[in-house]
């Protein structure tokens, strides 16, 4: 049994770390804390969770939540993680931060989020949250940077061809679509219920912050650069993300060569599922789950991957909860199934 925190409760991830660790056989949540002025008890801001989580909520104090806890989730926002890291990994605690703190290179954040980096020495320290990759480094790891929701859709669906896409210099042009939740719990006019129900709309074409992240790691996947041209949009759902990626090139492999690429490399993933060729999934597949559901197809010398997640699932909280079951050695489905 360990004892959990969570730093940031009131949004979205937050919400669901909390869920997936109410569940969880081997975890006690012993801290809820957020930017607030007093306490208030955790169901009566979420009463679905009465009688479930009877934690109070308190304002965040490092040396009270590092006191109660072996681990520590933050659920913060982008550019504010970084002023906590360094405290929590001062006192000895596992650090899991959901934010894009420490994904990129320093350089990279700062031309990404017009922010310099207060922390480049722990930036240097942090290990990839992707468990398909980076299981083995996650293991031994004190401070955990998950992914990015739509750039955990996108690698998923493009790991097992990584070296095939370096190597005939292809450029995958992904067009991802996902539910409100993916843009945070965050008081917008564009996010309002009547600006986004019965809609679509395209956003950040090509200019989302995420695109980094995902050329970094497919080319350390790859071995070599590449490039990735990244198209998003919103949905008037609440939560998934359905990412389509297109590999075109001349000299593709079979259908059957390539659904064997991708049989291979995720045999032994609890979270990933392969279709059949031809068997492309959608959103509803997936939505309240931790999988990743991946169909192709391929025509005409294009490849065409579709890719779905629960955007707070594997894209965010569900993934964060399976690198703490593998940091811990919990069996790695443990408050996910």
Not at 301 to 325: C, H, R, W
Request: aromatic share 6%.
């Amino acid at each position: 049994m360990i004892k959990a925190g969570v730093v940031g409760f009131t949004g979205y991830t937050g919400a669901e770390v909390v869920a997936c660790l109410a569940r969880h056989p081997q975890v006690e949540i012993t801290s809820l804390a957020g930017r607030m002025d007093t306490p208030v008890k955790y169901a009566d801001l979420f009463p679905k969770m009465g009688k479930v989580v009877t934690q109070v909520c308190r304002k965040i104090d490092v040396d009270e939540i590092s006191a109660s806890c072996d681990v520590v989730f933050l659920a913060l926002p982008h550019t504010v993680s970084m002023d906590y890291v360094p405290l929590f990994l001062e006192r000895g605690k596992k650090v899991i931060d959901l934010s894009a703190d420490y994904r990129l290179s320093a350089d990279e954040y700062q031309k990404w989020f017009k922010t310099e980096h207060k922390d480049q020495n722990n930036l240097m320290k942090a290990v990839y949250g992707l468990p398909e990759l980076n299981r083995r480094s996650i293991q031994g790891a004190s401070l955990i940077a998950n992914p990015g929701c739509y750039v955990t859709s996108v690698l998923l669906g493009t790991l097992p061809i990584a070296k095939m896409i370096a190597k005939n210099g292809i450029t995958p042009i992904v067009d991802s679509k996902s539910g409100a939740t993916g843009a945070g719990k965050k008081a917008e006019t564009s996010l309002l219920f009547s600006e986004v129900d019965e809609d679509l709309k395209c956003y950040k074409a090509d200019t989302h912050q995420h695109i980094p992240e995902m050329e970094k790691i497919l080319g350390q996947a790859a071995g070599q650069r590449v490039q990735v041209h990244f198209v998003p949009h919103l949905l008037s759902i609440k939560r998934g993300i359905l990412s389509t990626i297109y590999i075109k090139d001349a000299e593709l492999p079979s259908a059957q060569e390539i659904h064997g690429m991708y049989e291979k490399f995720y045999k032994d993933e609890p979270f990933v599922r392969v279709r059949q060729i031809g068997d492309l999934p959608r959103i509803a597949d997936v939505e309240g789950t931790n999988f990743c559901d991946i169909g192709i197809t391929v025509s005409r010398g294009l490849l065409i991957i579709v890719s779905v997640i629960d955007n707070l699932l594997k894209g965010a909280s569900g993934q964060a909860v399976q690198n703490m079951n593998i940091m811990c050695g919990f069996d790695e489905r443990a408050g996910l199934l």
